[in-house]
């Protein structure tokens, strides 16, 4: 395959006059699909999305000193003042943390020190996780919009939408220079601004077992897909399964969560978010997501 | 303590609002964002025809009634065109004012009703109304808007407003363009609009003496009015939208209202006799219109200033402020409003003619419209989605407004109508349902 001269985007010719930026953001294979748009057109487009993915994690990965997050990790217990990006995002995950009664907690991110999802036996002790539940809590942090104080021994991280917030700037980005169809997905989380000309975006939603193959092929007109679940990331311990989707109020990863959740909305960030909070619901995953009213596929 | 378990709810409204505000979507379609509902037409939802229907109640205490069924649809084109059609029937019925002032003595006219024409006496102290006032008006109007590029639409319209004494045809177009990754939109526009008066038995001379202008009356009448409007309209931030209208227009042609006359009135306070009203040929109105809205989560306020002019002396001023509160889990909201409404007179205003004025005047008119008033209005509306939220919804309101006019620069009546109310001001009702699919 033809590969072009900036080094990190690829440009494929997929069936169907269908041509594909590829890049490498967050993680996760990344890419823009344009129908029946020329390879210069192409790339030009593709270098507006990924500048933007990159920009995003650049600024917000919480494995990064020079980030935001790490910035903010450095000055814990003081009161910061941040900008108005990151304020927005913490107004969401503010509201966020409202809406589902704390269960959707972007300070739960501290459960890693115990937790590690390698596919190992190794499951932490009681005391562990019992150690790093009073580190959680979106409630002990003060945010009075602009000023931060991240109190001492608790971490903030934006990964549970922030993939899918890149993809919603992304696509405000290209829906200013283009009219035609396109359809941005960063690693399974995807938007599109309208059907291609021969009908709709086919989107395989992969089996949780298998990365090549594809359970289920949706047809998206527009608007917004997100999945979350625990395919890859997992320990086994004595014949049980203990997936990555952990209880911020107990440390301990929720039971019955289904593998795999997928969430059609009109934004990104909102089907990221219900796919989340689905997750979280364990075996009441389904019911919460009807009482949503939204499109959903759920594998268990 | 906390509880362990979570049971499910439904959050999707909540979240919606959340990233709206996350993802700043305020900036692309700030009116939409800050006013989520509807305001007016409301939200096109993309390649489906949203149905609007609706029937509106207004009355007027001890006067008019009216009754008009609606029912509009627009449709939002992938391509990016929009469509908008309108359509209404007004049954109007009751008691219309006919222009005469109120009198000691019972007061006998005559009037159109239906084809005919007949009689009607007004008792002692009463203001003159034509009792068996009685219209049907048929409108239709429709617009298409088409973009000619990412920034930059085109919209045409027309529209056609029918009575069986009256027939209105307007063409319109105008041409918008966004500037400033769309934080600011400018439009320009202009319209013609033609109307043909043909009242029942004939169009009266302007200023003849009702009992014998009959022999002079001619079949029918035109007026044209041209008019043009600028707007800017800014996002100033994420909350806040504010936006500024500039309209001038001229009419010209026959402006009466031919079923409007005007009481002589002699020193002693005794009607001699009535005129028929007579307004200047010509109209030149301009008014500026500032409205700000703001809007939090679950809450916004729209606060709006309009100042309009003409040479005929008629200066208003129009302040009116609406606030909505938006009860983001169930999909609805209320809206109180109020509305404050002041205007002068025009120069031909008389609330009646003296003897001397008779044939002095070049135009005169009693038509209280063109009086000096004030008039407070007082809504409140309440609309829920009883559909799918943003994907299918489906609206419902319903609102209810009392409005009430007093009359300004009460000019005391002479000899024996100082002791009579000439002024009775008015008030009325209005409730309307709407359910928009």
Same mark, same amino acid.
């Given at each position: ?11 494929? !010719? ?90 959707? !907690? ?19 002790? !009681? ?61 399974? !989380? ?111 | ?25 305020? =900036? ?256 030149? =109105? ?152």
């Amino acid at each position: 395959m033809k590969s072009d001269c900036n080094p990190s985007l690829s440009l494929r !010719d997929l069936p169907g006059e269908l041509l594909a930026v590829r890049f490498e953001a967050m993680a996760s294979p990344c890419e823009l699909l344009l129908p029946q748009a020329d390879r210069p057109q192409a790339l030009e487009l593709g270098s507006l999305v990924a500048e933007e993915a990159w920009r995003v994690e650049r600024k917000f990965s919480r494995y990064r000193d020079d980030s935001v997050i790490g910035w903010i990790h450095q000055r814990r217990g003081t009161r910061l003042e941040v900008d108005a990006e990151t304020g927005s995002l913490l107004d969401f995950a503010a509201q966020c943390y409202e809406l589902t009664d704390g269960l959707f !907690d972007v300070t739960s991110g501290v459960l890693r020190r115990a937790w590690r999802f390698d596919g190992s036996d190794r499951i932490p002790t !009681d005391a562990d996780v019992a150690r790093l539940v009073p580190l959680i809590g979106f409630s002990k942090v003060r945010w009075e919009r602009p000023c931060l104080t991240l109190p001492e021994g608790m971490e903030l991280d934006f990964g549970g939408f922030g993939k899918e917030y890149a993809v919603d700037r992304a696509f405000d980005i290209l829906a200013r220079q283009r009219a035609e169809p396109f359809l941005i997905n960063f690693g399974g !989380d995807l938007r599109a601004n309208r059907p291609p000309h021969s009908g709709a975006w086919q989107i395989g939603i992969e089996r949780p077992e298998s990365v090549r193959q594809a359970a289920a092929l949706l047809e998206l007109a527009r608007g917004a897909l997100a999945t979350g679940g625990d395919s890859h990331r997992f320990l086994m311990k004595d014949g049980v399964r203990y997936g990555h989707v952990l209880n911020p109020r107990t440390g301990w990863p929720i039971a019955g969560a289904p593998r795999s959740v997928t969430v059609a909305a009109s934004s990104c960030t909102e089907a990221g978010l219900l796919a989340t909070v689905a997750l979280l619901h364990g075996t009441s995953a389904e019911k919460f997501l009807k009482m949503q009213d939204v499109r959903f596929w759920i594998l268990r | 303590m906390q509880r362990l378990k979570s049971t499910p709810r439904a959050i999707r409204r909540g979240l919606i609002a959340a990233s709206c505000a996350l993802l700043g979507v305020a =900036r692309a379609k700030g009116q939409q964002l800050l006013d989520p509902a509807l305001s007016g037409e409301g939200t096109p939802v993309a390649d489906r025809w949203v149905i609007g229907l609706a029937l509106s109640y207004y009355q007027e205490k001890g006067r008019i009634r009216v009754i008009e069924p609606i029912v509009s649809a627009v449709k939002d084109f992938q391509n990016g065109q929009v469509v908008n059609l309108h359509f209404s029937v007004d049954s109007l019925t009751g008691a219309s004012p006919n222009g005469a002032v109120t009198s000691f003595l019972p007061q006998t006219f005559a009037g159109p009703s239906g084809k005919v024409t007949h009689n009607y006496t007004t008792p002692p102290g009463d203001l003159p109304v034509d009792p068996f006032y009685h219209d049907v008006r048929i409108a239709a109007s429709g617009s298409w808007q088409l973009p000619l590029s990412r920034v930059t639409s085109w919209t045409v319209g027309a529209k056609v407003s029918y009575e069986h004494d009256f027939l209105s045809l307007t063409g319109d177009t105008s041409i918008a363009r966004n500037f400033d990754q769309d934080n600011t939109t400018l439009s320009l526009g202009v319209y013609d609009e033609n109307d043909t008066i043909r009242p029942i038995g004939g169009v009266p001379v302007p200023g003849s003496d009702t009992s014998f202008a009959e022999k002079e009356r001619i079949s029918n009448e035109s007026r044209n009015d041209i008019g043009a409007l600028i707007g800017v309209s800014q996002v100033m931030n994420r909350h806040w939208l504010a936006q500024v209208n500039v309209s001038l227009d001229r009419a010209s042609g026959y402006m009466n209202d031919p079923y409007k006359i005007m009481s002589v009135v002699e020193s002693e306070g005794i009607t001699t006799g009535y005129l028929y009203e007579r307004r200047p040929a010509q109209r030149t =109105r301009a008014s500026v219109y500032v409205d700000n809205r703001v809007g939090w989560q679950r809450q916004s306020v729209d606060l709006s200033l309009r100042y309009f002019g003409d040479d005929w002396g008629v200066r208003s001023y129009t302040a009116r402020v609406r606030y909505r509160w938006w009860n983001a889990d169930q999909g609805s909201y209320w809206q109180p409003s109020l509305r404050w409404y002041r205007q002068t007179a025009a120069d031909f205003y008389h609330p009646w003619m003296s003897l001397a004025e008779v044939g002095s005047l070049s135009s005169a008119s009693a038509d209280s419209r063109l009086g000096a008033f004030h008039a407070l209005t007082y809504g409140l509306e309440y609309g829920i989605d009883i559909g799918t939220p943003y994907v299918h919804p489906k609206w419902l309101t319903v609102r209810v407004q009392y409005y009430r006019q007093m009359v300004d620069a009460r000019i005391p009546g002479p000899g024996a109508l100082a002791a009579l109310n000439l002024y009775p001001g008015l008030t009325a009702i209005q409730a309307q349902v709407t359910y928009r699919f």
